[in-house]
């Protein structure tokens, strides 16, 4: 599971148990959580934890990527069509989930 702490809208805890209902409902094995402190808009190959998830495929601890929707690349733009063919060159997928009302990060009242 991959998810950047830097998202203003969705709390880290909040993000971590979102991927972990989304995987869980597909009956899938977390092997690992990679928490990355790189901002949002920094292309997903610059990120600093990135290499870690690189790893994880590449040495096949893991079969696949879970990430929010906008933790990874926007779908439809060459980083994604990238990161697609990246994956489908090792057997792997990307899996995004939906973040929920829910699980937002609460605003104070200003």
């Known amino acids: 599971m991959y ?3 830097t ?7 909040k ?9 869980i409902a ?5 092997a690992e959580v990679i928490t990355d402190t790189s901002p949002l808009p920094m292309p997903i190959f ?8 690189k790893e994880a495929i590449n040495d096949r601890r893991a079969e696949g990527i879970v990430a ?8 439809g733009t060459a ?3 990238e990161l697609l063919d990246w994956l ?12 929920t009302s829910g699980d937002r990060a609460e605003r104070a009242p200003v």
């Open 15 to 23: 993000a971590v148990e979102t991927l972990s209902r989304h995987a």
């Open 68 to 75: 929010l929707r906008g933790h990874v690349c926007v779908a």
């Open 79 to 81: 980083t994604h069509t």
């Open 3 to 5: 998810a950047c702490t």
């Open 46 to 53: 610059e990120r600093e934890q990135w290499t870690a998830v």
């Open 88 to 99: 489908a060159y090792r057997a792997a997928f990307l899996s995004v989930a939906e973040v």
């Open 26 to 30: 597909r009956e899938w094995e977390v």
């Open 7 to 13: 998202d203003p809208h969705t709390m880290v805890t």
